[in-house]
């Protein structure tokens, strides 16, 4: 497989910041300690290089790392009930999102997916567009008013993603309580990787880590925050048609009782957490991408003239922006924003020939899948023509999957396809965004995938 390493600094740009992998897979203490400073450190070489790899960093603690499509085919798609989602997500991510669609299993899962999934049909999703790029013109305004400036690309990527979930998922808008919401969803998901140390150890929940009081903190306000915006609308008194209104009005098919309170703010919490950090961070990829490859960013700027000259981004317009679509998706294949799935094997079953023990961990490292040097060519350059159609076409769906696979597949897949498209062309359009030639941010991550120190950039309004 070829394999490149440019010198000159415009070939050099091409190659942004990876993951530093070690030879091998690491032991028990030294596996914790990289751990802690960025999960996907533990992914070795081997990972990125072999089907699949199955370690064991003590005794009894199985890890099985899979990235050859059919084998991560079989675990995602294959047998729903073989393989399901881990007590390990839940203990992560229940404190706030409780047991909500995202973090749920078996019957309870299945009604509230179903509850939610007319939000996200395309129709739904097209009328939506108008909000979407509301929310992107407002931050133009913003960053028009301030001139040229260097800007915490993250934090803007964050306050308009949150923007569109608002507006699009709550029919009252942007509620008082949004700016609490960031800050707390922020914080309890930067002080996760102590947790998921805590549940991959199999240490008791009750043995508090250093990170256990700020993730019950920001819980709790989460949670308080969103069961305020629940009960203005049951004081209300009318359901509507946004998702709150549809949670409300659900029914249990099994017994025909209404959604509980708290499952309703863990549905509300789900979708407004789940959807918009995830966009945020694929957006301040793609833009960070952008300030590396100026030519990309020039024929990025000059497809969204000629599609929608300086009107408002609109439905129309999406399916026609195809190199801007390009561009994100090279950009989620070397930045997934939710870099790891993690599943567990319920019974004893083989995965190549391989023989799995039940409660087994089995890790999807999507990232690692996505720059795998047997998959890719030159896994590592950014290169959107990967995406051209006829190369697309050729791809198996599990090898490139930002949103995951099978029936746990993102519920905001869609939602989230047309966001990116709409924000990214509006932005790209609307400035320019330049590199210092020096910030190279590892990527971290805290659920999500981050940037290492923020992802300062500078932002020229184009006027
Ligand atoms: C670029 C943006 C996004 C990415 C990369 C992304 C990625 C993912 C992935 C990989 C999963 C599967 C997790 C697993 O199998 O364990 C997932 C699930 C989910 N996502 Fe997204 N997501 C994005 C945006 C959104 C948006 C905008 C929403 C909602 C508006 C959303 C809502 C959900 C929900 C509810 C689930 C759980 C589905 C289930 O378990 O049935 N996501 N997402």
Not at 39 to 68: D, I
Not at 238 to 256: I, Q, T
Not at 423 to 452: I, N
Request: aromatic share 8%.
């Amino acid at each position: 497989m070829l394999e490149t390493c440019a010198a000159d600094p415009v070939s050099r740009a091409l190659y942004p910041p990876t993951v530093p992998s070690p030879e091998r897979p690491l032991m028990l203490r030294r596996a914790l300690f990289e751990y802690l400073r960025n999960p996907l450190r533990v992914l070795s070489r081997p990972v990125y290089e072999e089907p699949m790899v199955v370690f064991e960093p003590a005794k009894g603690r199985l890890v099985v790392w899979v990235t050859r499509p059919d084998l991560v085919e079989q675990v995602l798609v294959g047998g729903p009930d073989t393989f399901q989602k881990t007590e390990v997500e839940r203990r992560v991510l229940g404190g706030s999102l409780g047991d909500g669609v995202l973090t749920s299993v078996g019957p309870h899962w299945r009604w509230q997916r179903r509850t939610m999934a007319p939000l996200f049909r395309h129709q739904e999703i097209l009328a939506y567009v108008p909000e979407m790029s509301i929310a992107a013109d407002g931050l133009v305004s913003e960053w028009r008013r301030g001139g040229a400036a260097v800007r915490a690309v993250d934090a803007d990527m964050i306050d308009v993603t949150f923007d569109v979930i608002a507006r699009t998922m709550l029919a009252g808008g942007v509620p008082a309580e949004a700016e609490l919401i960031k800050r707390e969803g922020t914080i309890f998901l930067a002080n996760s990787s102590w947790e998921l140390a805590w549940a991959l150890m199999k240490f008791p929940m009750w043995l508090p880590h250093p990170a256990t009081f700020a993730r019950k903190r920001a819980a709790r306000r989460l949670r308080g925050a969103v069961g305020n915006i629940v009960a203005r609308r049951r004081a209300e008194g009318e359901s509507g048609n946004d998702l709150l209104g549809r949670l409300l009005a659900s029914r249990n098919p099994e017994n025909g009782a209404p959604m509980g309170d708290e499952d309703v703010i863990s549905n509300v919490l789900t979708l407004l957490e789940a959807g918009h950090e995830t966009t945020a961070r694929a957006l301040t990829w793609a833009l960070y991408l952008m300030a590396r490859a100026p030519d990309w960013q020039e024929q990025v700027r000059a497809e969204v003239l000629s599609v929608a000259g300086n009107g408002r981004i609109e439905a129309a317009h999406v399916p026609r922006l195809a190199l801007t679509d390009r561009v994100m998706k090279e950009a989620m294949r070397l930045y997934p924003p939710a870099p790891v799935i993690v599943r567990m094997a319920t019974t004893e079953m083989k995965i190549g020939d391989a023989t799995i023990r039940p409660h087994t961990q089995i890790v999807i490292p999507i990232y690692a899948i996505h720059r795998h040097r047997k998959l890719w060519e030159d896994p590592d350059r950014f290169d959107p023509d990967r995406f051209l159609p006829e190369r697309e076409k050729a791809l198996p769906r599990t090898q490139y999957m930002p949103f995951g696979a099978g029936p746990r597949i993102c519920l905001g897949m869609s939602f989230a396809q047309v966001e990116a498209v709409v924000l990214f062309a509006t932005f790209v359009r609307a400035a320019r965004f330049d590199w210092d030639g020096h910030h190279e941010p590892e990527p971290v991550s805290r659920v999500t995938l981050r940037p290492k120190g923020g992802m300062p950039l500078r932002v020229e309004p184009i006027s």
